[in-house]
């Protein structure tokens, strides 16, 4: 059965949060606890908000897969660059397309928006060759990651 893409936007709550309710069911080794929904006005906030690019791959009323990125101004020469988050498709549908054309439609918006640089942090073997099917090049020196929870 084939598949629609889309941007969410608003309007989109509720497709948002079945995805959301969802979550696990996307998870390679679903490891990942099941995720509380924004509420409406948290949920209006994420979908109008310009810097956020969310694409839903679609059959029907079901999500079936997920890429969401963020618009990162830069502070020199007006440019900008994406950071990918995270691409997530259902157990049933991978292997099918549908990660590439999520990829695609991202690509599209950047070549709309005269955005040239998008990176992600792959942190495993299967993500790092699916980004490198799809041009993804890993820099010769990787940097470590580190965080800050308050």
């Not at 959301?20 to 490891?31: N, Q």
């Not at 509380?36 to 079901?62: E, S």
């Amino acid at each position: 059965m084939p598949f629609q893409i889309k941007r969410l936007g608003l309007g989109d709550e509720a497709m948002l949060t079945q995805y959301t309710l969802g979550i696990v069911d996307f998870e390679l080794d679903h490891a990942d606890k099941p995720k509380r929904p924004l509420d409406a006005a948290a949920a209006q906030r994420y979908l109008a908000n310009p810097a956020v690019l969310h694409w839903v791959a679609y059959v029907g009323d079901n999500v079936i897969g997920s890429l969401y990125c963020t618009v990162l101004p830069l502070p020199a020469d007006d440019e900008q660059e994406l950071v990918l988050y995270q691409i997530r498709v259902r157990d049933a549908w991978q292997r099918q397309g549908v990660g590439h054309v999520l990829l695609n439609e991202m690509d599209r918006w950047m070549r709309d928006n005269v955005v040239s640089y998008v990176w992600v942090l792959a942190d495993n073997d299967i993500a790092v060759s699916f980004y490198q099917s799809d041009r993804f090049k890993a820099e010769d020196e990787q940097p470590v990651y580190t965080a800050h929870e308050r």
